[in-house]
T-cell receptor, first 115, second 111 residues
Framework: NAGVTQTPKFRVLKTGQSMTLLCAQD?????MYWYRQDPGMGLRLIHY???????AKGEVPDGYNVSRLKKQNFLLGLESAAPSQTSVYFC??????????????FGDGTRLSIL | DAKTTQPPSMDCAEGRAANLPCNHS???????VYWYRQIHSQGPQYIIH???NNETNEMASLIITEDRKSSTLILPHATLRDTAVYYC????????????FGSGTKLNVKP
């Protein structure tokens, strides 16, 4: 049981380059999330999705786009990377139900450096 | 959502119980208390959650005060592998998209 898998694990980009981070979950969860974590800080929500084909903005959405074409996958895109986007990115998923109190399950993160 | 306050760091001797406090004085009736931990930059790991009653699972116990303004996470027999940052999170039942992680408590388990 893989849970939540993120690829790649590490990446170095130059300013202005674009890339896509992939998150895949095998738990049939409806909800998926993207967070970023900067050094010494907690996690901040970038975007989230409540189901296939739907996405919404979180706390810090600027500079990012997301897509949820398949239930099990949630993609995070950086169209024009900036040094301020250097961070560790975590994906999470949680069970179905709009009023669920069930916890989120996290991947191991993607460490992204932008030069 | 209610905010939480945690001490920035705590020490615990290996084999002893680790008691991590969390203050959430503005918590409302429909807000759950969750605890996660993060070991050396790995993804956050769910530990336990509760609403009013004390909860226990294979990892830890959660003690919530009667007025719900604070809680304590108890690791009954801390090991070196429990060294991590522990996050206390309060989430409104209907705000599934609002899961605010603060700075947490760095627990140092020492031999």
């Amino acid at each position: 049981n893989a849970g939540v898998t993120q690829t790649p694990k590490f990446r170095v980009l130059k300013t202005g380059q674009s890339m896509t981070l992939l998150c895949a979950q095998d738990m049939n969860h409806e909800y998926m999330y993207w967070y970023r974590q900067d050094p010494g800080m907690g996690l901040r929500l970038i975007h989230y999705s409540v189901g296939e084909g739907t996405t919404a903005k979180g706390e810090v959405p600027d500079g990012y786009n997301v897509s949820r074409l398949k239930k099990q996958n949630f993609l995070l895109g950086l169209e024009s990377a900036a040094p301020s986007q250097t961070s560790v990115y975590f994906c999470a998923s949680s069970p179905p139900g709009p009023h669920s109190n069930q916890p989120q399950h996290f991947g191991d993160g993607t460490r992204l450096s932008i030069l | 959502d209610a905010k939480t306050t945690q001490p920035p760091s705590m020490d615990c001797a290996e084999g002893r119980a680790a008691n991590l406090p969390c203050n959430h004085s503005t918590i409302s009736g429909n807000e759950y208390v969750y605890w996660y931990r993060q070991i050396h930059s790995q993804g956050p790991q769910y530990i336990i959650h509760g609403l009013k009653n004390n909860e226990t699972n294979e990892m830890a116990s959660l003690i919530i005060t009667e007025d719900r303004k604070s809680s304590t996470l108890i690791l009954p027999h801390a090991t070196l592998r429990d060294t991590a940052v522990y996050y206390c999170i309060v989430r409104y039942l209907y705000n599934f998209n609002k899961f605010y992680f603060g700075s947490g408590t760095k627990l140092n388990v020492k031999p």
